[in-house]
């Protein structure tokens, strides 16, 4: 493979990742407005730390793109446990 072609692949590696990325936010950001058992204030601190989450991401240089979909997963599991309607104890409270 010559360097044009690995520097192309990475960059359309970056773009899908970031796509990609970008989706599960969304889908994130819908979660919490959508969710029936979150009262208003909460909703609000979520989407004001998620807008920064993704501000965070879109900050990250494209070489640290395991960073990314990690802290992309964890953001996801987290909206998980904040929105479930039946939580358990200690899930969602930070340590």
Do not use: Y
Request: charged share 25%; hydrophobic share 40%; glycine share 2%.
């Amino acid at each position: 493979m010559n360097p044009v072609q690995f520097e192309w692949q990475s960059a359309e590696a970056a773009c899908i990742l970031s796509s990609m990325i970008e989706d599960r936010l969304q889908k994130i950001e819908e979660q919490i407005g959508a969710a029936t058992n979150v009262p208003a204030e909460t909703k609000a601190e979520l989407l004001s730390l998620l807008a920064s989450l993704r501000s965070e991401i879109a900050a990250l240089p494209s070489a640290q793109e395991d960073e990314a979909r990690s802290i992309d997963t964890f953001a996801e599991a987290s909206a998980h446990e904040a929105t479930r309607s039946a939580k358990k104890p200690g899930c969602s409270k930070p340590p």
